[in-house]
Nanobody, 114 residues
């Protein structure tokens, strides 16, 4: 069955960096567009980034453009989200997802605070 396991979250100071990973299994990873979402307390889940099957194209939410970078390693069945220049408003649970399909990871908490 499809499994998505996120890791790499934690507490970081404003301006800091984190790299999230999402290990995938149970499907042909290289055939699927992958996405990252986040959900902050009291807010709806929002799309953060999307990466095509080869990693050749990415799309970002305006709020993270220029600070976040999505990447993938199809040999390792893993998608990444490099987050730089983090802000308190980036605090959320971050999820990876198969694009257009209802498969989500369990999420990883990112907290940006001094």
């Amino acid at each position: 069955q499809v499994q998505l396991v996120e890791s790499g979250g934690g507490l970081v100071q404003p301006g800091g960096s984190l790299r999230l990973s999402c290990a995938a299994s149970g499907f042909t990873f290289s055939s699927y567009v992958m996405s990252w979402y986040r959900q902050a307390p009291g807010k709806e889940r929002e799309l953060v980034a999307l990466i095509t099957t080869t990693g050749g194209s990415t799309i970002y939410a305006d709020s993270v453009k220029g600070r976040f970078t999505a990447a993938r390693d199809n040999a390792k069945n893993t998608v990444y989200l490099q987050m730089n220049s983090l802000k308190p408003e980036d605090t959320a649970v971050y999820y990876c997802k198969l694009h257009l399909l209802p498969y989500w990871g369990q999420g990883t908490q990112v907290t940006v605070s001094s």
